[in-house]
């Protein structure tokens, strides 16, 4: 065994101005070691992470993302498995009052050793744990070790006990335990990711030595907030190994706001000290004004001698969830510093089945694809996990508001005691972790528990007795009206909470005027995009279409001769067995041509998505008022595969993402047929102004057969208009609706702005020939890290998609799957350290047309 002795680096606490001598923090990050307890083979182990990719590391299991290997790791689960590390320490290390143990957190049933004294058990993935361990340290050599015990052998006895099967669908065992565990709902399987029931130490160790006192919490709490004042109280909560008298200083941005004298007893105190800011700068989601923060900070000191320091960025905004009975049927918006605001986003999942993996640079890369696509909403989902601290700071900085679920989905849950109290302190931990983050918009208790209760026919599926169904029931009003809202009101109080999402069903027409809303009846109804068009609700929360991800990510699971939609791998990627990719392929033919081949298959199958989202966001967006939000499913992968997502598990963008972008602009124009007419709207956030839009029917040859020009519009901000209006018949002029091409244009200062193109006729009816196309590379001297591309066509070139031979990390065309007209010239950016003939070299373009069997 090889010993560690830590280097211990004196921190600052947190922060400047705190003795080296009062706080120290030692990461316990290295020298790790696992082992299978029936075995008793150590390893070398990576912390934090988990036992699969240590195990992966040893080349002790193959890739579960490989092929369909994720079958061949499935024992991992049923073992229990140990960790450990030592590292010594001086008699010196020892003199201070206070030396914690932090655990950020444990996968999950876990028994924690130090120097052989059992010193924590834990339950609960989502708990971090800080335990003072000063008495069991000694001088020399120290030992850290874990227990780990088998999730599915630890659950087994509850499921035996409780002689009742729980209708978790998504467990993908014969016997779903997850349900019990208090873990990551989708590590057990969901249909769009692998089982992988994961174990370990999945965030950070580190030892925390203190003297006198430290502050454990700061609660920033915004009692009144407009653009006067500021009605601040800051509930600090302190520790203290040596009772006495402190000072309590608060400042911002450096600037003293309160001192304040308080006498600490010997344990936890908290100080409530309240402040305010005169004429405060507000925060807002991106879009309607900037993200301004203030760097608050609680100051604590013993004789004129600071003890300890935490600083936080915080917000000052008001926000407020609307969802009440009106004139329509009810509410559901969003309203930030007493303005509404359409929500604009979608739904987050984990962005790997073996979390420790995703790195900073990957949170970083996420949000900047989100601002990028104009989103300003994200919801976390409740089959996950709550996310880290950079998550959260990343959303405060961008601008893109929260919807936080609590991690409970699609299945009813336990309600004994011990589980309600194992959730109560979940929940504790996790408002207090997140409640400062001005990003954080609203809490959910559980997605679509709700619903299903009411619709998916649980009990005669299940067989439960009405006695059974009683209690299921009753613990559901416990856990979600009961426990959650109570802890949500204890540590966050005037926050919005409400149970599940949705609050309305899609089966009948009175529900779309109820609340958020989950419409599915494309996909999993086999409804044809259009219905789009006409069901739309107050807030529509989840809806979505799948695609496959592109040829060079399918390749890192699959092998060339893997490359059929049918094939054993291709199905063991495709996680919605019911639909998948039968139903893509139903959906592909009846609006385009038969594919090639199964590279044809794979672009198709992103432009089939990306066009059908299209029709939905738009629709939701001309609905505002009456909608006020669209959050589509989903945003990102846990695993390479076919899935409902925008961005694939390696971060490329689909088809849809760059739809996304463009249907989420702050201007929009979009063209739909109501009744027999076309009708052109133009829908905006912030933007108002004086904007002319000029509308165009064209021929297949790009003649013009009908144009008109309205000038000098007024547009109002936060509306949807629909600006002009006229019968089909009066564009087409006899002429067969697949050879016209309408077009909306928004001109401003004489400049080309918004476009958006509308097709009278599927695209499978349409006799596109092969469009001559031509790229012209070029780099301006004044611009580094970007190449562009000059494209020019002299037939309609439609979805055209551009990609690259070997492509390298960071690369990223701003526009693609981009619409060219007849006689057309349009220039694309491309993030590319490369040059320009390089790109030249390596540059495919793929159309609508060369994709179809001939």
Request: aromatic residues 12%; charged residues 20%.
């Amino acid at each position: 065994m090889k010993y560690l002795l830590l280097t211990t680096y004196w921190c600052v606490a947190f922060f400047t101005g705190i003795s080296a001598q009062n706080h120290v923090i030692n990461p316990l990050a290295s020298g790790w070691e696992f082992s299978r307890t029936d075995e008793g083979v150590w390893r070398p182990a990576t912390v934090p992470g988990t036992v699969h990719t240590d195990l992966l590391a040893a080349g002790l299991i193959p890739d579960p993302f490989v092929g369909a290997n994720e079958k061949a790791v499935q024992w991992v689960d049923k073992k229990d498995w140990e960790y450990r590390t030592r590292w010594a320490l001086k008699k010196q290390d020892l003199n201070f009052d206070v030396i914690a143990l932090e655990l950020k957190g444990l996968d999950t049933y876990a028994a924690v050793y130090l120097n052989n004294h059992l010193i924590l058990q834990s339950t609960n993935m989502f708990v971090g744990h800080t335990i003072n361990v000063k008495k069991w340290l000694v001088a020399g050599s120290n030992e850290l070790r874990i227990l780990f015990k088998s999730p599915v052998k630890m659950d087994m006895p509850a499921f035996l006990r409780d002689s009742i099967l729980y209708p978790a669908g998504n467990d993908a065992s014969d016997i779903p335990l997850s349900i019990y565990a208090r873990k990551a709902p989708y590590h057990y399987g969901w249909d769009w990711g692998p089982r992988l029931v994961t174990t370990g130490i999945w965030r950070q160790v580190c030892l925390h030595s203190w003297n006198k006192a430290a502050i454990q919490d700061v609660y920033w709490q915004q009692q009144q907030v407009d653009t006067t004042k500021a009605i601040i109280q800051a509930q600090v909560t302190i520790a203290a190994a040596v009772a006495g008298d402190y000072t309590l200083l608060l400042r911002s941005n450096n600037k003293e706001l309160v001192s304040r004298q308080v006498s600490l007893h010997a344990g936890v105190n908290t100080c409530n000290v309240p402040f305010s800011i005169e004429k405060p700068a507000l925060w807002w989601p991106a879009g309607m004004g900037p993200q301004t923060r203030y760097m608050l900070e609680a100051v604590l000191s013993s004789n004129k001698m600071p003890v300890d320091s935490r600083k936080d960025l915080v917000g000052l905004r008001t926000i407020e969830v609307v969802n009440k009975p009106d004139s329509l049927g009810e509410s559901f918006y969003v309203k930030v510093n007493g303005r509404p605001v359409f929500m604009k986003g979608a739904n987050y999942i984990p962005q790997d089945n073996f979390l420790p993996r995703v790195t900073a640079k990957q949170q970083e890369q996420l949000f900047l694809d989100m601002a990028e696509s104009h989103f300003n909403m994200v919801r976390v989902w409740g089959g996950g996990i709550y996310e880290d601290d950079q998550f959260y700071s990343l959303a405060d900085e961008k601008g893109i508001l929260v919807w936080q679920d609590f991690m409970f989905a699609c299945t009813l849950y336990p309600s004994d005691t011990a589980f309600l109290e194992n959730v109560k302190q979940e929940a504790a931990y996790n408002i207090k972790r997140l409640r400062n983050h001005p990003a954080l918009a609203l809490w959910c208790g559980n997605n679509e528990i709700a619903v299903a209760i009411k619709n998916w026919g649980w009990q005669n599926s299940y067989a439960y007795t009405e006695q059974q169904w009683g209690q299921l029931l009753h613990g559901y009003d416990q856990l979600f009206k009961e426990v959650l809202p109570q802890e949500v009101a204890t540590y966050q109080p005037g926050i919005f909470y409400f149970p599940s999402s949705p609050i309305s069903n899609w089966g009948k027409k009175e529900d779309f005027a109820r609340g958020d809303n989950h419409y599915w009846g494309v996909w999993h109804g086999m409804e044809w995009f259009e219905a789009f068009n006409t069901h739309i609700p107050r807030f529509m929360s989840e809806y979505g279409f799948q695609s496959f991800p592109s040829m060079e990510t399918i390749r890192t699971f699959a092998t060339r001769e893997e490359e059929d939609i049918f094939s054993n791998v291709m199905q063991s990627h495709q996680k919605s067995p019911a639909k998948g990719n039968a139903a893509i392929k139903t959906y592909m033919l009846h609006y385009y041509k038969a594919p090639k081949d199964f590279p044809a298959f794979v672009y198709l199958s992103q432009v089939l998505q990306a066009e059908g989202m299209k029709i939905a966001i738009e629709g939701h967006r001309r609905a505002m008022p009456w909608c006020m939000g669209t959050l589509y499913w989903q945003l990102n992968d846990c695993w390479p595969g076919p899935s409902w997502s925008g961005r694939d598990y390696y971060g490329r963008w689909k088809a849809l993402q760059y739809y996304v972008k463009e249907a989420f602009k702050p201007r929009l124009v979009s063209n739909v047929i109501e009744q027999g007419q076309l009708c052109t709207y133009v829908i905006t956030d912030e933007y108002s102004g004086l904007v002319n839009l000029q509308l165009t029917a064209i021929d297949m040859q790009g003649k013009v057969i009908w144009q008109r020009e309205l000038k000098e519009v007024l547009l109002k901000s936060n509306t949807s208009e629909r600006l002009y209006a006229i019968d089909t018949a009066a564009i087409l002029q006899g002429r067969d609706p697949a050879t016209v091409i309408w077009y909306a244009q928004l001109r401003i200062d004489n400049k080309d702005m918004e476009r958006n193109i509308f097709y009278f006729a599927p695209a499978k009816e349409m006799n596109l020939e092969v469009p001559h196309l031509e790229a012209v590379t070029s780099k301006p001297a004044s611009e580094k890290g970007a190449v562009y591309i000059r494209l020019s066509t002299d037939k309609l070139a439609r979805n055209v998609y551009l990609s690259l031979d070997k492509e390298i990390a960071g690369e990223h065309f701003e526009e693609n799957y981009f619409d060219l007209l007849p006689g057309e010239t349009k220039t694309i950016r491309l993030q590319t350290t490369r040059l320009p003939e390089t790109i030249q070299q390596v540059l495919n373009i793929t159309t609508l047309v060369a994709s179809y069997k001939q």
